[in-house]
């Protein structure tokens, strides 16, 4: 690893919001991404498999960050609570996946391991 690439992954980490880097909020950017119209919370409460307050804190967070979106559609006569990534949150995660794909060159440089993010 050369002081080249150490500087280079330390300035991506600079430009991510420390707030956004748990591994919670990037699975909840990560799954809104594949839904452009958005996902109601109980499909992201399944699909995380996440109790009510982890899950309402996070969306919170994330709503306040303005990285996602939240709406109301009537589904027979009930309000039903929609998330749906913002610009601003898809730029964030291209972010986050930037940093992510900087840190597996890093550890595939080595002869001795390597490390690879896997997207199955």
Do not use: P
């Not at 399944?46 to 969306?59: E, P, Q, V, Y």
């Not at 749906?84 to 992510?100: D, F, H, P, Q």
Request: aromatic share 4%; net charge neutral; proline share 0%.
């Amino acid at each position: 690893m050369t002081e080249d690439e150490i500087q280079k992954l330390l300035d991506l980490s600079d430009k991510l919001s420390s707030k956004t880097v748990t591994l919670t909020r990037c699975l909840i950017l990560g799954l809104l991404s594949y839904f452009a119209d958005g996902i109601q919370y109980r499909e992201l409460k399944t699909a995380l498999k996440m109790s009510d307050g982890k899950l309402i804190a996070n969306l919170n967070e994330l709503k306040t960050m303005e990285y996602i979106g939240k709406s109301e559609v009537q589904v027979d006569q009930r309000a039903i609570d929609v998330y749906a990534l913002t610009e601003k949150g898809r730029a964030e995660l291209t972010k986050i996946i930037k940093w992510m794909k900087t840190i597996e060159k890093i550890a595939n440089e080595g002869d001795e391991k390597k490390c690879q993010i896997s997207t199955k």
